[in-house]
């Protein structure tokens, strides 16, 4: 792809070539753009002009979809994309742009589509062999992977992304030895990817390598500070060496940089009410559970807040999708029975009874339950989710009406 000063540039010629000739003397020329934002801010101007002066173009739409690919605006870039094929259908280069802002969305099966018709449209280049070999590897496709990024590495032998999608197809074939001298050569030749530091620091952590994970995080975030995976992965290191506090730092920095990050979020939350900060852990876990339902044991760890807390209704509630999501978790219905008779048989001052007498100690202060907190691995999503589904007259409104749990002996 042209880099992006050389796209300003020719985009400052192709503005000017627009000009009437009467007012070409008297035109002073733009200050230099130094900034790299600034810059992109400019060329956008210039691509939104042309683009309403020349509807009929496609590589005016071509152009700025790959800004927008570049300022991560993937959904912008799909569309004005989609626009120049459609005006023009047989150009390889509108079909590459398609196909890494398609893998950009985490659209691989389409993208692999695009990425296919661009070696149909035009000859193979290196970089697309190893877009298509990253998103035949994303298919676990590993052998016609291994094929195409083999010919990128024919043709351009110290490419370093080439590499690191070979460690990555290592590390899935579980061939983890093999994997580390592949990133380690990608890192090698491209210092400045950061996916590789990602890599090197999971691996290493997961191995229980903790100095080397250390080592690879703090490279990676002297380059790309704001990574809230990195960020993540050096929190997990610390809290793997036992140090609670730092480990917490860095957990909420990868909030804090990427909130949509709910592996960070629920690595806090956990720590938090470890420490028996419940509104702390709270505030993380609903963050997580905002940006992802599917974490297993998410609402009876919120549930468990609620209930210590002393909001009985909330916990209550909680326990109850807990149930709901996984019949079998014991704990969410020990709990459930728990804050059910806590509710049911604390009379309610409202009718004028007397109330049951209240703790002195706040509940806030209370523990929380058993839970093994020592190590927290990451907590991935399940592949299905057990969840009963009645039929006939206990269906209202198609959902599955919830039956309390049996009583625990």
């Known amino acids: 792809m042209i880099p992006l000063r050389a796209l300003f540039f020719s985009l400052l010629i192709l503005l000017s070539s627009c000009v009437s000739d009467d007012r070409a003397g008297t035109l002073i020329p733009p200050l230099p753009v130094t900034d790299a934002i600034k810059r992109r801010q400019a060329a956008l101007q210039l691509l939104n002009s042309l683009a309403a002066r020349n509807p009929g173009s496609p590589d005016i739409f071509y152009q700025r979809a790959r800004l927008f690919y570049e300022n991560k605006q993937y959904t912008e870039s799909l569309n004005d994309i989609n626009h120049a094929i459609e005006l023009k259908e047989s150009v390889g280069n509108y079909f590459q742009v398609k196909a890494a802002t398609l893998k950009a969305l985490n659209r691989a099966p389409e993208a692999l589509e695009a990425a296919r018709q661009v070696e149909i449209l035009e000859a193979g280049t290196p970089e697309l062999y190893v877009l298509l070999g990253?998103?035949?590897?994303?298919?676990?496709?590993?052998?016609?992977?291994?094929q195409y990024l083999a010919k990128a590495l024919q043709a351009t032998p110290y490419n370093g992304k080439a590499y690191y999608y070979r460690g990555l197809v290592a590390a899935k074939t579980r061939d983890t030895a093999q994997a580390l001298v592949l990133y380690r050569r990608a890192l090698n030749l491209?210092?400045?990817?950061?996916?590789?530091?990602?890599?090197?620091?999971?691996?290493?952590?997961?191995?229980?390598?903790?100095?080397?994970?250390?080592?690879?995080?703090?490279?990676?975030?002297?380059?790309?500070?704001?990574?809230?995976?990195?960020?993540?992965?050096?929190?997990?290191?610390?809290?793997?060496?036992?140090?609670?506090?730092?480990?917490?730092?860095?957990?909420?920095?990868?909030?804090?940089v990427n909130?949509?990050?709910?592996?960070?979020?629920?690595?806090?939350?956990?720590?938090?009410?470890?420490?028996n900060d419940l509104t702390g852990a709270l505030r993380y876990f609903e963050n997580a559970l905002k940006q992802n339902t599917?974490?297993?044991m998410l609402n009876n760890y919120i549930a468990q807040c609620f209930e210590y807390l002393g909001n009985f209704e909330k916990a209550l509630e909680f326990y109850t999708i807990a149930i709901q999501v996984d019949p079998a978790d014991y704990k969410s219905t020990n709990g459930y029975w728990r804050v059910k008779r806590?509710?049911?048989?604390?009379?309610?001052?409202?009718?004028?009874?007397?109330?049951?007498?209240?703790?002195t100690t706040p509940l806030v202060q209370r523990r929380p339950m058993a839970m093994d907190t020592t190590v927290f691995r990451p907590i991935l999503p399940k592949a299905r989710l057990s969840a009963r589904s009645d039929t006939g007259d206990n269906q209202i409104r198609g959902r599955p009406v919830f039956r309390p749990p049996p009583k625990p002996n």
Do not use: C, W
Not at 346 to 354: A, K, R, S, W, Y
């Open 294 to 296: 599917r974490i297993p």
């Open 342 to 359: 806590r509710l049911d048989y604390t009379p309610d001052e409202t009718f004028g009874l007397i109330a049951a007498p209240k703790p």
């Open 190 to 256: 491209n210092p400045g990817y950061a996916p590789v530091y990602q890599q090197l620091s999971e691996v290493f952590n997961r191995l229980g390598d903790y100095p080397a994970a250390m080592q690879y995080t703090q490279a990676g975030l002297q380059r790309f500070p704001n990574d809230a995976f990195l960020l993540n992965q050096r929190g997990l290191t610390y809290q793997r060496t036992l140090k609670p506090d730092s480990a917490l730092l860095f957990f909420r920095k990868a909030v804090d």
């Open 134 to 146: 990253d998103l035949y590897q994303q298919s676990e496709r590993y052998d016609d992977a291994l």
């Open 259 to 275: 909130p949509s990050f709910s592996e960070a979020s629920l690595h806090a939350g956990l720590l938090l009410f470890k420490q």
